[in-house]
């Protein structure tokens, strides 16, 4: 089946360094990759959709420049949360979308001190 | 706006017993369906979907019902485990366009011994 690896799964940082979160499709490729942030006892929010080789598309609301998405490869999309700050502390979560359909990371639990 | 509606924040059913999960959906371009179980601090797990040209769809222990006129669906899980114990998710998306996943909020189910 289809497998994302996501890394790290937790990170604690200082407010105002940059995180990157990491996500590969492990044996498959991923035209699209989805960035979803959840908050607890919450829903998962789409944060915004990446498309290999091109530039992301950001849901109304998420600053596109505070949530860097690259999408160099059909296998690999990071996102980087930069000057974090303690309101940026959540659960991120990507999918990549192939043959399969969708599939999710393991998450990342962010937390900004 | 919330265009998928989980209003149950939780569920305890009885082992062995039928566990509903229900999702209500407002927009009515959605056209491809979808469960996730999710646990803490992991990323959902793919459970069963369906689309809108049918009305129900079967695997195992599991039954989605789409009753499409109420933009109502419906997860049933017979008989239910206690592994079952989990956040469910449902979401829904629309094979045009970005064919991004909308979640609901969640249903907490417990199964109880």
């Known amino acids: 089946g289809a497998v994302v690896s996501q890394h790290p799964s937790w990170v604690i940082c200082k407010s105002g360094t940059s995180v990157k979160i990491e996500c590969r499709s492990l044996?498959?490729?991923?035209?699209?990759m989805f960035w979803y942030r959840q908050f607890p006892k919450q829903s998962l929010m789409l944060m915004a959709t990446?498309?290999?080789?091109?530039?992301?598309?950001?849901e109304q609301g998420v600053e596109k420049d505070k949530f860097l998405i690259n999408h160099a490869s059909l296998t690999l999309s990071t996102l980087t949360v930069t000057s974090a700050h303690p309101e940026d502390s959540s659960f991120y979560i990507c999918?990549?979308?192939?043959?399969?359909?969708?599939?999710f990371g393991s998450g990342t639990r962010l937390t900004v001190v | 706006d919330q265009q998928v509606k989980q209003n149950s924040p939780s569920l305890s059913v009885q082992e062995g017993r039928i566990s509903i999960l229900n999702c209500d959906y407002t927009?009515?371009?959605?056209?491809?369906f979808l469960w996730y179980k999710k646990y803490p601090a992991e990323g959902p797990t793919f459970l069963i979907s369906?689309?809108?040209?049918?009305d129900k769809n079967e695997d195992g222990r599991f039954t989605v019902f789409l009753n499409k006129s109420a933009k109502h669906l419906s997860l049933h899980i017979v008989p239910s485990q206690p592994g079952d114990s989990a956040v469910y998710f449902c979401?829904?998306?629309?094979?045009?366009?970005?064919?991004?996943?909308?979640f609901g909020q969640g249903t907490r189910l417990t199964i109880n011994p």
């Open positions: 999918s990549a979308r192939g043959s399969y359909g969708y599939t």
């Open positions: 044996d498959f490729q991923a035209t699209t």
């Open positions: 990446s498309n290999e080789g091109s530039k992301a598309t950001y």
């Open positions: 927009n009515s371009m959605f056209d491809y």
């Open positions: 369906i689309s809108s040209i049918k």
């Open positions: 979401a829904a998306s629309s094979f045009q366009g970005a064919q991004k996943l909308v």
